[in-house]
Structures are given as structure tokens and as C-alpha cells.
């Protein structure tokens, strides 16, 4: 059974920095597509980042030049370094494993941004 466990999450200021993991079951080469959502209070989730197996990483405009996806394929683990937050970042942080038949979701982390 494919499990994955996030954490990282926190409280920080405005302008600081948290990294984000993901840790699978499995071996991440099992994966064709690896994202990372988010979902603030009262909003829908969604889309932060996304890695297909081509090597090709999108990321929302939002968060664009401040989030960085990476993964560590030996600890089947991915990453988002997130950078210069800013309060609404505020939100559970999700990540997201697919093959062509499957998905799977973490359980989230907290990440609150606020002075």
C-alpha cells in the first residue's frame, strides 16, 4: 500500500523559509507525475508545483521564483523549499503521487505564515 508522509510545515514570518517533505512507500520511480497543492481556509485546493518524469517542473504563478520542487530519489522523498513567504501562503500543503492508474495524497501539513 503506497503511503506518504509530509512535514516541514510550521509557523514563520513574512520573508522566511520552510522546507516541505514528502516521503513515499514506495520508490518514487513509480511515480509518472509528483505536485504539491495547497488549501487555505475557505479556498479550493490548489496546484503549487508539479515534476513529470520527463524532468519538466510547472509551478503557479504565485508562487513562481520563490518555490523550488526537488526530490532525493534514494530517500523516495520530494521536497518544496519554499522562500520569502508571505502570509497567504497560509495553508495545508498537500503532496500528490500518480501513476497512470493511481493517486495518492499525503495527509497535509500546516504552513502558517504571520508576524
Known amino acids: 500500500q503506497v503511503q506518504l508522509v509530509e512535514s516541514g510545515g510550521g509557523l514563520v514570518q513574512p520573508g522566511g523559509s520552510l522546507r516541505l517533505s514528502c516521503a513515499t512507500s514506495v520508490s518514487i520511480f513509480s511515480f509518472a507525475t509528483m505536485a504539491w497543492y495547497r488549501q487555505a481556509p475557505g479556498k479550493q485546493r490548489e496546484l503549487v508545483a508539479t515534476f513529470t518524469t520527463g524532468g519538466t517542473t510547472n509551478y503557479a504563478a504565485s508562487v513562481k521564483d520563490r518555490f523550488t520542487f526537488s526530490k532525493n530519489n534514494a530517500k523516495n522523498t520530494v521536497y518544496l523549499q519554499m522562500n520569502s513567504l508571505k502570509p497567504e501562503d497560509t495553508a495545508v500543503y498537500y503532496c500528490?503521487?500518480?501513476?497512470?492508474?493511481?493517486?495518492?495524497w499525503g495527509q497535509g501539513t500546516q504552513v502558517t505564515v504571520s508576524s
Open positions: 500528490k503521487m500518480a501513476t497512470f492508474l493511481q493517486e495518492y
